[in-house]
């Protein structure tokens, strides 16, 4: 019960010349003989038959973020300790840990260190989920498909 459609051949293969031996010689628009494809619609009865066929196949959703739950600390982390001040605020942290070198409260050397990380993982969040919902936005506009 699915619904079959022949190919139709209209164009150059990847190596720039048409597979003639494919070609049907007595149709004007140049058919693929043997080659057919299944179209599910999406919706109604055979929602099942394209939910098992389509799981197959990556989709062409758009997505920009660069983050999800699981790796958002650990790539936030990575990119903030590539700038150098960081790096510095996390050098006088750890040498601060040394009793010898000591000279604040070990605590107190970790706080602007963790101020700045905070904030910047805070915007970095933001900014992430507001390409998060732009992806959503654009992914489901309703386009218009023209066949030419």
Not at 50 to 70: C, D, G, H, M, P
Not at 85 to 98: D, G, P, S
């Amino acid at each position: 019960n699915t619904l079959k459609i022949d190919f139709i051949w209209r164009g150059w293969y990847s190596d720039g010349l048409p597979n003639s031996s494919l070609l049907d010689t007595h149709s004007p628009r140049g058919r693929v003989c043997g080659k057919q494809r299944t179209v599910f619609p999406r919706n109604g009865r055979h929602q099942q038959d394209y939910e098992r066929v389509s799981r197959n196949y990556k989709s062409n959703a758009i997505s920009t973020t660069k983050y999800t739950f699981l790796t958002f600390i650990p790539m936030n982390l990575f990119e903030q300790f590539h700038r150098a001040a960081n790096l510095y605020f996390l050098f006088l942290t750890l040498l601060n840990w040394v009793p010898v070198v000591e000279a604040f409260q070990k605590e107190i050397t970790m706080i602007p260190l963790l101020v700045v990380l905070i904030i910047i993982a805070i915007k970095d969040a933001l900014e992430d989920f507001r390409r998060y919902l732009f992806d959503k936005k654009v992914n489901n506009n309703v386009v218009r498909v023209f066949c030419g």
